[in-house]
């Protein structure tokens, strides 16, 4: 009988000047190139990234992150569900025993086998293949994730070290100027209260050093905790930027919502599908004992599940229909946001090498007003607090210049988010 069927350091920030009386105050850094890192200008045009598989101190500790590690567990999975994907449903053994005592013992045996709609066993093989490409294409959006935000955190630790330099240093020439101008105060050449202003400076650059190294510890600890490091652990340094691809179509962003299309449209071949009748068939063997004589007989049999209320099927239908138009959209987006990045970094460029050059010439300009003022206020004229904000402003300038790379730099690692190169030889544990 037939059961019923069912459904089968970056060291980017030197100075681009050199502090008060410390160097040469006309120099500064190529506005294009951060230490390692160039980033291309508007005519160069890279369309997506990603280089050839170099294994380095950076990807390997991108690779061995808890979200990357995960999403490469999932990938494993993905491809292990795959082949269970078209397997047939497991027969089944049906038996029954009677026992009559007019008219003797039955017997009866039957196997049955469900097998899938027309085109479900396909639309099952091109769900499980769409299933590993999202899983690839996950791994590798989250690679690039990692690497980006990673990135992100060395660039913001490199700047803010910096700033803290740089108003260590002002604090330093402030409180030398302020025990030089002490001495003046008793002799009557200098007022007292030129002096507690120049103090006054002094704790503020103390203050705004003490939140520049806080920045730098805060963002060095989140790039520890984003690679699943205990605190205190090495960070690695930063690559130079990955090379140009010709089509955006191989970030990562964009293959994943192309595969996600791939599901859409096989799970709407698998809602076509149960629109057709399910069928099972089975064979059976039947033996009956009556008295003296045996009677035995073979069988087959043949069921169909035939849909009639077509709301579910229709409604499945319809689902999968606009969950494949969803991921069209969102594959145009993922495709949108690719270009954006790379205009986004070549602005960034633009800018940086504008505010690089105007910080160089501020720097030149304040470097020749502090001489006149040195001069004056050596000769017992001049004004002191006007030497003061001099100083200041060039202060200000280099940090100008140091926050124009430091924003250059921070959408150069936006482009990492375009693809990450696998490590080779590829990490222990990770595929």
Same mark, same amino acid.
């Given at each position: 009988?037939?059961?019923?069927?069912?459904?089968?350091?970056?060291?980017?920030?030197?100075?681009?000047?050199?502090?008060?009386?410390?160097?040469?105050?006309?120099?500064?850094?190529?506005?294009?190139?951060?230490? /390692?890192?160039?980033?291309?200008?508007?005519?160069?045009?890279?369309?997506?990234?990603? /280089?050839?598989?170099?294994?380095?101190?950076?990807?390997?500790?991108?690779? $061995?992150?808890?979200?990357?590690?995960?999403?490469?567990?999932?990938?494993?999975?993905?491809?292990?569900?795959?082949?269970?994907?078209?397997?047939?449903?497991?027969?089944?053994?049906?038996?029954?025993?009677?026992?009559?005592?007019?008219?003797?013992?039955?017997?009866?045996?039957?196997?049955?086998?469900?097998?899938?709609?027309?085109?479900?066993?396909? =639309?099952?093989?091109?769900?499980?293949?769409?299933?590993?490409?999202?899983?690839?294409?996950?791994?590798?959006?989250? %690679?690039?994730?990692?690497?980006?935000?990673?990135?992100?955190?060395?660039?913001?630790?490199?700047?803010?070290?910096?700033?803290?330099?740089? %108003? &260590?240093?002002? =604090?330093?020439?402030?409180?030398?100027?302020?025990?030089?101008?002490?001495?003046?105060?008793?002799?009557? &050449?200098? &007022?007292?209260?030129?002096?507690?202003?120049?103090?006054? %400076?002094?704790?503020?650059?103390?203050?705004?050093?003490?939140?520049?190294?806080?920045?730098?510890?805060?963002?060095?600890?989140?790039?520890?905790?984003?690679?699943?490091?205990?605190?205190?652990?090495?960070?690695?340094?930063?690559?130079?930027?990955?090379?140009?691809?010709? /089509? @955006?179509?191989?970030?990562?962003?964009?293959?994943?919502?192309?595969?996600?299309?791939?599901?859409?449209?096989?799970?709407?071949?698998?809602?076509?599908?149960?629109?057709?009748?399910?069928?099972?068939?089975? @064979?059976?063997?039947?033996?009956?004992?009556?008295?003296?004589?045996?009677?035995?007989?073979?069988?087959?049999?043949?069921?169909?599940?035939?849909?009639?209320?077509?709301?579910?099927?229709?409604? &499945?239908?319809?689902?999968?229909?606009?969950?494949?138009?969803?991921?069209?959209?969102?594959?145009?987006?993922? $495709?949108?946001?690719?270009?954006?990045?790379?205009? %986004?970094?070549?602005?960034?460029?633009?800018?940086?090498?504008?505010?690089? =050059?105007?910080?160089?010439?501020?720097?030149?300009?304040?470097?020749?007003?502090?001489?006149?003022?040195?001069?004056?206020?050596?000769?017992?004229?001049?004004?002191?607090?006007?030497?003061?904000?001099?100083?200041?402003?060039?202060?200000?300038?280099?940090?100008?210049?140091?926050?124009?790379?430091?924003?250059?730099?921070?959408?150069?690692?936006?482009?990492? $988010?375009?693809?990450?190169? /696998?490590?080779?030889?590829?990490?222990?544990?990770?595929?």
């Amino acid at each position: 009988m037939l059961l019923r069927p069912t459904t089968c350091r970056l060291p980017i920030f030197a100075a681009v000047v050199a502090l008060a009386g410390c160097g040469d105050p006309g120099r500064g850094t190529d506005a294009g190139t951060l230490g /390692s890192w160039k980033l291309p200008l508007p005519d160069e045009r890279p369309v997506a990234v990603a /280089s050839a598989p170099v294994a380095t101190p950076f990807l390997t500790a991108v690779e $061995r992150s808890p979200q990357v590690r995960a999403a490469a567990a999932r990938l494993r999975a993905a491809r292990a569900a795959a082949g269970a994907a078209t397997v047939l449903p497991d027969p089944r053994v049906f038996g029954e025993y009677s026992s009559r005592p007019r008219s003797g013992d039955g017997l009866e045996l039957w196997v049955e086998q469900e097998l899938p709609r027309w085109g479900e066993r396909d =639309a099952a093989a091109a769900a499980a293949r769409a299933s590993i490409l999202v899983a690839g294409a996950e791994l590798d959006e989250a %690679r690039a994730t990692i690497a980006a935000d990673l990135a992100s955190d060395l660039i913001a630790a490199d700047a803010a070290g910096k700033r803290a330099e740089l %108003r &260590r240093a002002q =604090a330093e020439r402030a409180r030398a100027l302020a025990d030089g101008l002490t001495a003046g105060v008793a002799a009557g &050449r200098v &007022r007292s209260a030129e002096v507690l202003a120049v103090r006054s %400076r002094i704790d503020g650059a103390e203050q705004a050093a003490a939140e520049a190294a806080r920045d730098h510890d805060d963002a060095r600890r989140q790039a520890v905790a984003r690679l699943g490091l205990q605190p205190g652990a090495e960070l690695p340094s930063l690559p130079s930027l990955p090379s140009p691809l010709s /089509s @955006v179509d191989d970030a990562p962003a964009v293959r994943l919502a192309a595969a996600r299309r791939l599901v859409a449209a096989a799970d709407e071949s698998m809602a076509a599908g149960r629109a057709r009748p399910q069928v099972t068939v089975g @064979v059976g063997w039947q033996r009956d004992d009556l008295g003296d004589d045996r009677d035995e007989a073979w069988m087959l049999g043949l069921a169909l599940a035939v849909p009639v209320d077509r709301t579910a099927v229709d409604g &499945r239908r319809a689902a999968a229909a606009a969950m494949r138009e969803a991921s069209g959209h969102l594959l145009t987006a993922a $495709r949108l946001s690719a270009v954006a990045a790379r205009e %986004r970094a070549e602005r960034a460029a633009v800018v940086a090498t504008a505010a690089a =050059a105007r910080a160089g010439t501020s720097a030149q300009r304040l470097e020749a007003e502090l001489a006149v003022l040195r001069s004056e206020v050596a000769a017992g004229g001049g004004s002191i607090l006007l030497l003061v904000d001099r100083l200041d402003a060039l202060v200000e300038a280099q940090l100008a210049a140091n926050d124009a790379q430091a924003a250059q730099a921070a959408a150069g690692a936006e482009l990492w $988010r375009l693809g990450v190169p /696998s490590p080779t030889p590829p990490v222990p544990g990770v595929p």
